[in-house]
């Protein structure tokens, strides 16, 4: 029958009376070889701080220069009213009180365009748009 023998490596088998050698009888560090980088070391190490340089001032140039969206400020190009609904207030009825010159259902369409609503259902308190016609 063959017998087998296992050994642990050398670093992992220590003795109680194990004491490393000092850090000038390894060897003197000018002994060691210098440094190189491969291509893709130098790409990493020189283009992973611009890469996250130009990210960083690109999103510092969006956050500074784009505009306010305030919800307080008349759409562009359109006459409109800023009004309060209050309970009981419908579409129908905001379209004849505050453009009466225009088509109910054109107005209640433009006012539905103006204020991106998905439903006929309007919340007391909420602000809408209302076009006032020209």
Same mark, same amino acid.
């Given at each position: 029958? #063959?017998?087998?023998?296992?050994? #642990?490596?050398?670093?992992?088998?220590?003795?109680?009376?194990?004491?490393?050698?000092?850090?000038?009888?390894?060897? =003197?560090?000018?002994?060691?070889? &210098?440094?190189?980088?491969?291509?893709?070391g130098k790409f990493v190490i020189i283009g992973l701080p611009?890469?996250?340089?130009?990210? @960083?001032?690109?999103?510092?140039?969006?956050?500074?220069?784009?505009?306010? =969206?305030?919800?307080? !400020? =008349?759409?562009?190009? !359109?006459?409109?009213?800023? @009004?309060? !609904?209050?309970?009981?207030d419908t579409l129908w009825g905001l379209a004849r009180e505050?453009?009466?010159?225009?088509? &109910?259902?054109?107005? !209640? /369409?433009?006012?539905?365009?103006?204020? =991106?609503?998905?439903?006929? @259902?309007? /919340?007391?308190? #909420?602000?809408?748009? @209302?076009?006032?016609?020209?």
């Amino acid at each position: 029958m #063959a017998s087998t023998a296992l050994s #642990a490596p050398l670093h992992l088998i220590t003795s109680p009376d194990y004491i490393p050698a000092p850090r000038s009888a390894q060897g =003197n560090e000018s002994d060691l070889a &210098p440094l190189r980088l491969t291509r893709r070391g130098k790409f990493v190490i020189i283009g992973l701080p611009i890469f996250l340089i130009s990210v @960083v001032a690109l999103m510092l140039l969006g956050v500074f220069l784009s505009p306010a =969206n305030a919800s307080d !400020v =008349n759409p562009v190009g !359109v006459d409109a009213l800023s @009004v309060t !609904v209050i309970e009981g207030d419908t579409l129908w009825g905001l379209a004849r009180e505050f453009a009466p010159q225009l088509e &109910p259902r054109d107005a !209640v /369409q433009q006012i539905g365009d103006l204020n =991106n609503l998905n439903s006929s @259902v309007l /919340q007391p308190g #909420a602000e809408l748009f @209302v076009p006032i016609g020209s």
